[in-house]
């Protein structure tokens, strides 16, 4: 079954190092999605990206986020300059046929 | 806006009892309703799915859902809890007909007793 592959699975940077989290959608699917849940709390939208740019966006998704399709495959998401409260797990997701399937998911812990 | 509402953040059953893991939503618009699944350290993995389709929907693992537009709800069931049943379970809402966001309930950890 075709899925969603986020590298890395775990991450851990000091605070101010910029960090990015690579993603590998599904590859028919067009439609891509950050996600981000910090430990213990609900999971929370940060961006969608069709088509070479950003659709929605959250309030979460300020100047330090941003995402980029650099390839035919690979989604990424950057955090320029990490904060303590950036940590959380983050999960990479693509739409096909209206339902959304998710990566197992990356663990960014700031130090 | 859309939104959803899981009622209990922990519910605890026996094993072999019912499951019932309730969830109302809000959309002005008609909703495509999902419940995921998330075991412990891993990833959000779909159970089930409303796309305006049947009202009744099954999805793995023996779970099913009933979409009430009367009641707003869609609450997920299952007849007998397993012990491998234990995780979190997420309610979630989108617009319908397209690629539009997801957004999730806060969740219910469900535990199974033995």
Not at chain 1, 41 to 50: A, N, P, T
Not at chain 2, 74 to 81: E, G, R, W
Not at chain 2, 96 to 109: D, H, R
């Amino acid at each position: 079954e075709p899925e969603v592959t986020q590298t890395p699975s775990h991450q851990v940077t000091q605070m101010g190092q910029e960090v990015i989290l690579r993603c590998v959608p599904i590859s028919n699917h067009l439609y891509f999605y950050w996600y981000r849940q910090i430990l213990g709390q609900k999971v929370e939208f940060l961006v969608s990206f069709y088509n070479n740019e950003i659709s929605e966006k959250s309030e979460i998704f300020d100047d330090q986020f941003s995402v980029e399709r650099p390839d035919g495959s690979n989604f990424t998401l950057k955090i320029r300059s990490t904060k303590l409260e950036d940590s959380a797990m983050y999960f990479c997701a693509s739409n096909g046929a209206n339902v959304l399937t998710f990566g197992a998911g990356s663990r960014l812990t700031v130090l | 806006a859309q939104s959803v509402t899981q009622l209990g953040s922990h519910v605890s059953v026996s094993e072999g009892a019912l499951v019932l893991l309730r969830c109302n939503y809000s959309s002005s618009v008609p909703p495509y309703l999902f419940w995921y699944v998330q075991y412990p350290n891993q990833g959000l993995q779909l159970l089930l799915k409303y796309t305006s389709a049947a009202t009744l929907v099954k999805g793995i693992n023996g779970f099913e859902a009933e979409f009430k537009k009367s009641e707003t709800s869609f609450h997920l069931t299952k007849p007998s809890a397993h012990m491998s049943d234990a995780a979190e379970y997420f309610c979630a809402v989108s617009f319908s007909g397209g690629y539009q966001k997801v957004t999730f309930g806060i969740g219910t950890k469900l535990q199974v007793i033995p």
